[in-house]
């Protein structure tokens, strides 16, 4: 199993960026696909991006235009580029590949707050 942990978050005023990242501890050349998530309190995990093998993308609809979902094999890390954010962008993000969804196996995450 591949062991995933997010970084990169933090406080940022309302349009501004942030670039999260998720390291793997090995190889995910050949994880199918990787996803971030994100849950804000007292609301539901959401899928809000995620990336296949083949470099293919799907987003949230909330986010679209907005986030970048990306992949460095060569540095087993998968970086989520946000830019634009909003208030309600607010939470703690999360990626996870299947295995990490199937088994609830979830990571600590890396809170994002965007606050004026």
């Known amino acids: 199993q591949v062991q995933l942990v997010e970084s990169g978050g933090g406080l940022v005023q309302p349009g501004g960026s942030l670039r999260l990242s998720c390291a793997a501890s090995?190889?995910?050349?050949?994880?199918?696909?990787v996803s971030w998530y994100r849950q804000a309190p007292g609301k539901q995990r959401e899928v809000v991006a995620r990336?296949?093998?083949?470099?293919?993308?799907v987003y949230a609809d909330s986010v679209k235009g907005r986030f970048t979902i990306s992949r460095d094999n060569t540095k087993n890390t998968v970086y989520l580029q946000m830019n634009s954010l909003r208030p309600e962008d607010t939470a703690v993000y999360y990626c996870?590949?299947?295995?990490?969804?199937?088994?609830?196996?979830w990571g600590q995450g890396t809170q994002v707050t965007v606050s004026s």
């Open positions: 090995r190889s995910i050349f050949n994880v199918n696909v």
């Open positions: 990336i296949s093998s083949d470099g293919d993308t």
């Open positions: 996870a590949d299947p295995t990490v969804v199937l088994t609830n196996s």
